[in-house]
T-cell receptor, first 112, second 115 residues
Framework: QKEVEQNSGPLSVPEGAIASLNCTYS??????FFWYRQYSGKSPELIMS????GDKEDGRFTAQLNKASQYVSLLIRDSQPSDSATYLC????????????FGTGTKLQVIP | DTAVSQTPKYLVTQMGNDKSIKCEQN?????MYWYKQDSKKFLKIMFS???????INETVPNRFSPKSPDKAHLNLHINSLELGDSAVYFC??????????????FGSGTRLTVV
């Protein structure tokens, strides 16, 4: 069973701080990694994708991938109360039709 | 314009009934999916269609039957509903099946409650 693990949280950070969300996956042969944000009662929304080792930055968001250690993380700089949501890590494994497996998500609370 | 639209948004029904959920995407994507999100927020894939062809069929009771009349539509029919079917069902689409570098676009979800 290929798994994606996340700490369910909640992770509480003060406004303006850096929020660090982590995700580990079980299969070394993985291709694509995604972070989705899901507000309560809403659908998941793609915020970042990463395929190569290293960092990828997009505005206040930075995704970090380390395939050797099998983890992917999301950093949110200058956290805002509007960032309070559940963040879902998703991994696309190679082989077959390469379906995407989601983690159970980390709930982030940004305290004003 | 809504990119991926699902109807209905809410569905409350009694055990044993049959119900359908409809999904349409106007993004021109070739691949569509049905995901089930349980009360613990775990998103689990159920089915996937690529250009009307079923390509992923997870271990789902055969009471669930997807249908894709064309690549822009993917419907889900559920027979003999059970209490355990209560969940939020999300439709999603993706642009590139092979490389999957764009991630998914999700619909707004259908909250199914079986009483």
């Amino acid at each position: 069973q290929k798994e994606v693990e996340q700490n369910s949280g909640p992770l509480s950070v003060p406004e303006g701080a850096i929020a660090s969300l982590n995700c580990t996956y079980s299969d070394r042969v993985s291709q694509s990694f995604f972070w989705y944000r899901q507000y309560s009662g809403k659908s998941p929304e793609l915020i970042m994708s990463i395929y190569s080792n290293g960092d990828k930055e997009d505005g206040r968001f930075t995704a970090q991938l380390n395939k050797a250690s099998q983890y992917v993380s999301l950093l949110i700089r200058d956290s805002q109360p509007s960032d309070s949501a559940t963040y879902l890590c998703a991994v696309r494994y190679s082989g077959g039709y390469q379906k995407v497996t989601f983690g159970t998500g980390t709930k982030l609370q940004v305290i004003p | 314009d809504t990119a991926v639209s699902q109807t209905p948004k809410y569905l409350v029904t009694q055990m044993g009934n049959d119900k359908s959920i409809k999904c349409e995407q106007n993004l021109g994507h070739d691949t569509m999916y049905w995901y089930k999100q349980d009360s613990k927020k775990f998103l689990k894939i159920m089915f996937s269609y690529n250009n009307k062809e079923l390509i992923i069929n997870e271990t789902v009771p055969n009471r669930f039957s997807p249908k894709s009349p064309d690549k822009a539509h993917l419907n889900l029919h559920i027979n003999s509903l059970e209490l355990g079917d209560s969940a939020v069902y999300f439709c999603a689409s993706s642009q590139d099946l092979v490389r999957e570098i764009y991630g998914y676009t999700f619909g707004s979800g259908t909250r199914l409650t079986v009483v």
